[in-house]
């Protein structure tokens, strides 16, 4: 038996090999050269003589001269992520307690077309949603004018608030579908007896849903809203593919009105060649996720052990 185990282990081994070099090398080495570059000072006109500044980086963005920009791009992402997050699964909610109903014959209908924007694949979804909001040519402008709503063309993407405003109808579009199938599985889940025993003692539908529902939901909501947080706050694609990071503001050379903090990262590097600023912002924004996620999976109690 003693020989037999070393052999079992190596095997195993074997066959989690493959899976640990694709970690290593596709996720653990990228990050360890960011937080490595964050700590340099490589850019454009140091691509191969860059040296170690320390945290020269961090203090430009948070302190220095960088913080001007750093703050209202911090702001504007965190005001995204919570009302792309909130509204999607408020909406999503929603949703889920109308299919929810059983007398309701048309229901898988009904959720065939609400899952519509979960189905299509992001990037292109995105671009379609760029093309409706074109200023010139734009279906939505087109309709609007066609039903004599407007008489000129409203600028989606050149007015700050107006783009911005688009951008969360966007992610809320592409958020709701999958908080709606999690609500939906977890209404399901809800014992019949639970109303069956408010009826009995005279609850209406809305003492129903905040005594018995919405308790019901807690435990699969909390981990679903602090994920999809995270994914808001890192959505790089709505804020990049639909505006490019614009309308452009004045006396910033790396971020637009609509820019996140992730789009920012990338302008940093990918345009801009400081590989140094952007280094050290990908660091942050993972610490203020993590931060952020952490408080707020300690406040809603996911640390605690069930009894």
């Not at 783009?163 to 999690?182: C, D, E, G, K, Q």
């Not at 903090?261 to 660091?283: P, T």
């Amino acid at each position: 038996m003693s020989n037999k185990k070393p052999k079992e282990n190596k095997k195993a081994f074997l066959y989690l090999l493959p899976a640990l070099l694709s970690i290593s090398i596709l996720t653990m080495a990228p990050i360890i050269y960011t937080v490595i570059l964050s700590f340099t000072n490589r850019n454009l006109k140091h691509m191969d003589d860059y040296s170690f500044v320390g945290f020269s980086n961090y203090m430009t963005i948070l302190t220095g001269d960088l913080k001007e920009i750093f703050l209202p791009v911090f702001g504007w992402t965190f005001m995204f992520a919570i009302v792309t997050t909130l509204v999607g699964y408020f909406l999503g909610l929603l949703f889920a307690l109308l299919l929810n109903n059983k007398n309701m014959k048309e229901k898988n209908v009904y959720k065939s077309l609400l899952i519509v924007p979960w189905a299509l694949p992001a990037t292109i979804a995105t671009l379609a949603w760029s093309g409706l909001l074109n200023e010139d040519y734009g279906g939505i402008n087109l309709a609007l004018k066609s039903l004599h709503i407007i008489k000129e063309n409203i600028l989606w993407l050149s007015t700050p608030s107006l783009a911005r405003l688009a951008i969360m109808v966007v992610s809320i579009w592409f958020t709701y579908p999958f908080m709606m199938n999690v609500c939906l599985g977890a209404l399901q889940a809800i014992p019949e007896t639970y109303y069956e025993a408010a009826d009995i003692d005279g609850a209406s539908k809305w003492v129903q849903f905040i005594k018995i529902t919405l308790p019901s939901l807690t435990a699969s909501s909390f981990p679903l809203i602090i994920s999809s947080f995270a994914f808001n706050f890192n959505n790089f694609g709505a804020a990049y593919l639909i505006t490019k990071g614009g309308p452009p503001i004045p006396g910033s050379p790396f971020a637009g009105s609509t820019d996140i903090l992730a789009s920012a990262a990338y302008k940093m590097s990918m345009q801009f060649y400081r590989y140094d600023y952007a280094g050290a912002l990908a660091v942050l924004i993972f610490i203020l996720i993590a931060g952020i996620s952490l408080v707020n999976m300690k406040i809603s109690g996911q640390f605690e052990e069930v009894n």
